[in-house]
């Protein structure tokens, strides 16, 4: 079972190397990136500029990794097409 932010050491700090993927941070976000399809060109400035590398391109859809990504908006504010918005 992966552990959400309740069950990581005091300070966030992940002591074992590499095993960030059993740790959900996801939990910590208040708003999370909905994407519009639609408006969508497929630029990958989101998959670049997200600092948590949550953001991926799948069978022609951006597609967000809710267990990890922690709701910054950066994707929302790097759009040109507005295609993103924080709910």
Known sequence: MKKNWKDIPI?????????SKENRTGSWSKKTPTIDQEKCIKC?????????KVISLSDSKIKVDSDYCKGCGLCADICPKAAITMK
Do not use: D, H, V, Y
Not at 45 to 52: F, G, S
């Open 44 to 52: 990958q400035k989101c998959i670049i500029n997200c600092p948590e």
């Open 11 to 19: 300070g966030g700090i992940i002591q074992q190397a590499g095993n």
